[in-house]
C-alpha cells in the first residue's frame, strides 16, 4: 500500500502501557502514515525502554503534550494542517485507584466527552474506546458484552459513565473495548505489583500469602493481542458495539501466583475465605499493613542495587483486593476474524517483563533468581 494511502492515526494517551505499546506495533508493522502521540507525560519522562524509545522517534511519530481534560487544549491537537485523522484510539484515562470522583470525572469522564466532541467535529472515521472488563458484575461466569453491569471501582464507575456518554454523541462512530487484566512489557499495573511483591517475599526469605483462595477468577489478555485487537477493530463492528478482550487461560489468582512463586523460588499459600473474610471488616488497615510490610523490603532491594528512581512499586489498592472474580468471555471478537496470538500467561511472559525493567535499571538485578540457577 502506498504511503499516503495508509491511516492516519491518533492516539490519546499514548505514553501509557498500552499507547507506547500500539504506538509500536502500528510503527514495526508499517500501518500507517501517520501517528500523533498524545499525552501529558512526555517520552522522555514516561519510562519507555529503548524499543519505545526508537519507535518515538520515526519520523512517522509525532508527539504532543496536552491536558484533554481542557476543551481548548484538546481540539488544539486533533487539528493537522496535513491532514485529518482517520481513527482516534482514546487511551486517556485515569487509571489509579483511590482518588476522588472530582478526579475521575475530570481525567475520565470530562476527558471522553471532550475528545468524542472533537472527533465527531474533525470527521474522524472511527473512534475507539479502551474501558474496562471491571465494568461488570463480579460474578464467576464468564462475563460477555452483554451481561450485568456493577463497576467495582469508582474510576470503573467514570469508565461506564464515559461509555454512556460516548452513546449520546450522535453521529460518533464508536467502539469500546472492555479488556481483562493487560500485561506484558511495560506494565505497572496489571499483573506487575505481583511479580514485585513475588520478589519481596524472596528478599525477605518468606512464604508469601494472599487474600482470599487460588480460585479467584483474574482473567488476562496479553499486550500484543489488545494492539492487535484496536487496530482490528478499526473498520469492524458497528456503532458503540462492544468487544471484550479476555485469553483462552481462564486465569487465577492460583495460576498467577504458582508461576511467580516458580520465578522467584518462594512459597505461597491463601489465608483462606474465613481469615480473609475477617481482613474486609477492616479491610484499610489489613491493607495498609500488607502494603507497608512490601514497600520497606522493596526499598532496601533497590537501594542495594544502586537504583534511586522507579516507578515500580509493590503497592495494591484495596479497591482490587476484595473477593471479586474478574472472568471474562472474549470470544465475541473472534466472530470477526481476529485470533489471539498468546493464548495464555506463562512464566516466560512474566519473565520478560522483570528483565525488561532490570535493563533499564529500574528493578533490582539481586532479585533475578532464575540467573541466579544458570
Known amino acids: 500500500m502506498a504511503e499516503s494511502a495508509k491511516p492516519r492515526v491518533l492516539i490519546l494517551g499514548g505514553v501509557g502501557f498500552v499507547g507506547r505499546n500500539l504506538t509500536s506495533y502500528l510503527v514495526k508493522n508499517e500501518l500507517v502514515s501517520k501517528v500523533r ?35 481548548a487544549s484538546c481540539s488544539k491537537v486533533f487539528h493537522d494542517d496535513s491532514g485529518a485523522y482517520d481513527v482516534v484510539f482514546n487511551l486517556a484515562t485515569e487509571t ?10 475530570e481525567r475520565v469522564l470530562d476527558v471522553t466527552v471532550n475528545c468524542a ?15 474496562c472488563a471491571r465494568v461488570y458484575d463480579c460474578d464467576k461466569e464468564e462475563s460477555k458484552e452483554n451481561s450485568p453491569l456493577n463497576p467495582w471501582t469508582q474510576v470503573d464507575k467514570f469508565r461506564l459513565k464515559s ?3 460516548l452513546a449520546q454523541t450522535e453521529g460518533l462512530n464508536y467502539i469500546v473495548v472492555r479488556p481483562a487484566i493487560i500485561y506484558g512489557i511495560g506494565d505497572k499495573q496489571g499483573l506487575t505489583p505481583r511479580l514485585i511483591i513475588g520478589a519481596v517475599y524472596r528478599e525477605l526469605n518468606e512464604k508469601m500469602k494472599l487474600l482470599w483462595t487460588a480460585d479467584l477468577k483474574m482473567n488476562t489478555v496479553h499486550i ?10 478499526r473498520n469492524v463492528g458497528g456503532r458503540g458495539e462492544i468487544f471484550n478482550l479476555c485469553d483462552k487461560g481462564h486465569t487465577t489468582q492460583g495460576v498467577i501466583s504458582t508461576m511467580v512463586s516458580e ?13 480473609s473474610n475477617l481482613a474486609r ?8 499493613e500488607s502494603n507497608e510490610k512490601h514497600l520497606a523490603p522493596w526499598s532496601t532491594a533497590c537501594a542495594r542495587d544502586g537504583i534511586e528512581n522507579t516507578p515500580l512499586s509493590p503497592y495494591i489498592d484495596k479497591e482490587l483486593l476484595y473477593n471479586k472474580h474478574l472472568s471474562v468471555d472474549g470470544r465475541k471478537i473472534e466472530m470477526t476474524g481476529f485470533h489471539y496470538d498468546v493464548p495464555e500467561v506463562n512464566v516466560k511472559l512474566l519473565k520478560e ?6 535493563a533499564m535499571g529500574i528493578f533490582p538485578p539481586s532479585l533475578e533468581t532464575w540467573k541466579m540457577l544458570v
Open 163 to 165: 461509555e454512556e456518554a
Open 37 to 71: 502521540v498524545v499525552d501529558k507525560v512526555p517520552p522522555a519522562t514516561g519510562w519507555l525502554n529503548e524499543d519505545h524509545k526508537a519507535v518515538f522517534k520515526s519520523p512517522i511519530v509525532e508527539f504532543k503534550s496536552a491536558n484533554l481534560a481542557n476543551q
Open 281 to 288: 471488616v477492616n479491610m484499610t488497615s489489613a491493607v495498609e
Open 263 to 275: 520465578l522467584f523460588q518462594i512459597e505461597h499459600d491463601y489465608f483462606g475465605t474465613i481469615l
Open 117 to 131: 466532541t472533537e472527533a465527531l467535529a474533525h470527521g474522524v472515521k472511527r473512534f475507539i474506546q479502551m474501558s
Open 224 to 233: 500484543t493481542d489488545v494492539c492487535r485487537a484496536l487496530w482490528h477493530l
Open 353 to 358: 517483563i522483570v528483565e525488561d525493567y532490570v
Open 96 to 105: 489509579k485507584c483511590g482518588q476522588t470522583d472530582e478526579v475521575y470525572k
